[in-house]
């Protein structure tokens, strides 16, 4: 109905905002437009911005991600880190967001059949960093992390063994 205002993914909302925070923007390669779309568009549900035949943006929780087309051939390389058991993709990239919009996430991950590298799980366990985190990587094999801190102002907490 005219007048009525379009709902909001919580991708579209985008986490609380310190005033003193700045959102970040990010620029990734990827080897096809209308498979990065249907992706970050579809499967992750992040409102697209601008756009035009060689990128787009996206609203990745209140930070701008662009996606650029670099050629068919391209495909994200992989290096690996061990974290708290797990080999973790050293080049990657995501969003820290609430616990019920991880699960949503990873419920909405799962339905849409996206092959986790490492599963949602929760890491640092008794730990002031601890912390939900899953996995996965975009069709042009770009890799993504989720996370959800079970405090987030420990975020940047050094107290631990890690």
Known sequence: MAGESEAKTPAAEGPPQDPNLRPFHLAIPVHDLAEAKKFYGSVLCLPEGRSSTKWQDYNLFGNQLVVHWVGETYRGQDFFN?????????????????????????????????????????????????????????????????????????????????
Do not use: W
């Open 82 to 162: 061990p974290v708290d058991g797990d080999e973790v993709p050293v080049a990657h990239f995501g969003a820290c967001l609430t616990a019920a919009e991880f699960d949503e996430l990873a419920a909405r991950l799962q339905a849409a059949q996206v092959k986790f590298i490492i599963e949602p799980h929760a890491r640092f366990v008794g730990q002031p960093g601890e912390q939900k985190t899953m996995f996965f990587k975009d069709p042009s094999n770009n890799n993504l992390e989720f996370k959800a801190m079970k405090n987030p102002s420990y975020l940047f907490e050094k107290a631990g063994t890690y």
